[in-house]
C-alpha cells in the first residue's frame, strides 16, 4: 500500500466523489506529491487538478497540490505545463479559503511567471484583494505585498499597491495611516 500508488489509484476514480471526499484526498496530496516522480505530475495529477479548479467547493483544497507543484517545478515547466491550467483561477471568482490560500503563496508564484502574466493575471489578483470587504483576504493581500515588495516594479508600488494598501489601513483601524506608509516607502 505504497502512498504514491494509492494516490494516482485514487485519481482514477476522483471524480465520483463527493467534494468532501475530494477536498481531504488533496489536502493530503500534497504530503504525498514528493514521492510521486515529476513525470506523473504533468501526466495524471495536473489534469485531475485541472477540473477541480474548475469547482469553488473543491478549490481550496486543490491548490495545495498545485501550489507545491508550482514551488518544486522549474521555471520551464511551471510556464509550459502548470501555467496554462492555473491562470483562469487569477480572473474567476473564489472563496475566501482559496484567495488566501493564493495571497499566502504569491511569492512562490510570482518567482516563476513571465512578467507580462504578473501584470496581465497576478496583480489584478491582488489588486481587487485589497478591494474586498474581507478581513482575511485584506490582511493576506497585506501580507503578500510584504513578501513580493522586492519583485514589484516601484511604479507599481507607487500608483497601485501604497494607495490600496493606505484604503485598507484607513477603513480598518479608524487612524490615518501615513505615518505606516512613510514607513513603507523607505
Not at 492555473?86 to 474567476?92: A, D, E, I, L, Y
Not at 478581513?135 to 513580493?148: D, G, R, S, Y
Request: net charge negative; with cysteine.
Amino acid at each position: 500500500m505504497e502512498p504514491a500508488v494509492h494516490a494516482l489509484q485514487y485519481l482514477d476514480v476522483i471524480q465520483m466523489k463527493d467534494s468532501t471526499h475530494k477536498s481531504h484526498f488533496y489536502h493530503s496530496l500534497q504530503g504525498t506529491l514528493f514521492s510521486i516522480p515529476k513525470k506523473l505530475w504533468f501526466q495524471h495529477v495536473l489534469p485531475s487538478l485541472k477540473t477541480e479548479l474548475q469547482s469553488p467547493e473543491v478549490l481550496a483544497a486543490a491548490l495545495q497540490p498545485l501550489l507545491f507543484m508550482i514551488e518544486e517545478s522549474t521555471v520551464e515547466e511551471y510556464q509550459n505545463e502548470i501555467l496554462p491550467v492555473f491562470r483562469t483561477v487569477f480572473s474567476m471568482p473564489k472563496s475566501v479559503q482559496a484567495t488566501v490560500t493564493l495571497l499566502e503563496n504569491l511569492d512562490i508564484i510570482m518567482k516563476k511567471t513571465p512578467k507580462s502574466d504578473i501584470k496581465a493575471d497576478v496583480l489584478p489578483m491582488l489588486y481587487s484583494a485589497f478591494e474586498s470587504t474581507t478581513p482575511q483576504i485584506q490582511c493576506a493581500a497585506l501580507q503578500a505585498v510584504t513578501q513580493i515588495s522586492d519583485i514589484l516594479e516601484e511604479q507599481a508600488v507607487r500608483k497601485m499597491v501604497l494607495p490600496r494598501t493606505k484604503q485598507v489601513f484607513d477603513n480598518n483601524s479608524g487612524v490615518k495611516a501615513s505615518n505606516k506608509f512613510h514607513y513603507l516607502r523607505e
